[in-house]
C-alpha cells in the first residue's frame, strides 16, 4: 500500500464532504475559505512513525522448564511469547525483588506484574484472602484488566479441564452492594481496584473484612 497515496485520497474525499456543505455567497469570503481549504489548514500533512522493535526472548514455558516459574504457569499464557524485558521483570518478580517497567504501550508490561502474581499463588496455593492488589487511575482499565484476568481463567480451564486455581475480583464503585458484600465475606486473592477505593478500603470499618497486609515485592507500570 501506498501510504502517501492513501493519504492524498484521504484528504481529498474529506475536502469534497467540507465543501459540499459550505454554499458562501459574499465572492470575497469565499475565496479567502477557499484558499484556506486549498492550503490545507483542516488537515495536517501526513505523519509517519515506526513502533519500537522489542527484542523477543522465548515463552513462559521456557521460564518454567527452567524452574523459574511456576509450570501451571504454561497453562494460563499458552502461546504466549515473552520480550527480554518481560523475562528480566518476571525474574526479580518471581525472586522477591522489586521492578519498574517502563516502556511502550503493547509492550506486555501488564504480563510482568500479571505472571509475578500468579507464580506467587501457585507456588503458595494456602493463600487465603487478598494476597495481591492491583491499583489503576480508571475504572474503564479496570474493566479491562478484569477481562484479561477472566481470560486467563478461561485459557487455563481449557487447557486443564481443572477449576482455575487463583480468585480475583473488582472492588470499585461501580459493583452492586450485593457484589461488595459477597466480596468482603469471601475475599479474592487479586483485588482490582482505583486509588480512591483503595483509601476507603484502608479506612472504613464496614471493609475492614477485606483489609490485607501489602507484600513486600512492589510492583509498578507505566
Known sequence: MNVFQTHSEIVSDYATYIRSFLKINDPEIRNTVEKSLSQGKLWPEPLLQFNPSFEMFGSLDDLAKAGEMHPDIRDIFKGYSLYRHQVEAIRLGTSGKDF????????????????????????????????????????????????EFTRYKNNYEKNTGKEFPITFGQYTGQEKDERRAEMLENPPQILLTNYMMLELLLTRLRERPIRFVMPSTRISTF
Open 100 to 147: 519498574i517497567v517502563t516502556s511502550g504501550t503493547g509492550s506486555g508490561k501488564s504480563l510482568t506484574y500479571i505472571g509475578t502474581i500468579f507464580h506467587h499463588l501457585l507456588s503458595n496455593p494456602g493463600c487465603k484472602g487478598v494476597t495481591a492488589i492491583v491499583v489503576y487511575p480508571m475504572n474503564a482499565l479496570i474493566n479491562s484488566q478484569h477481562d
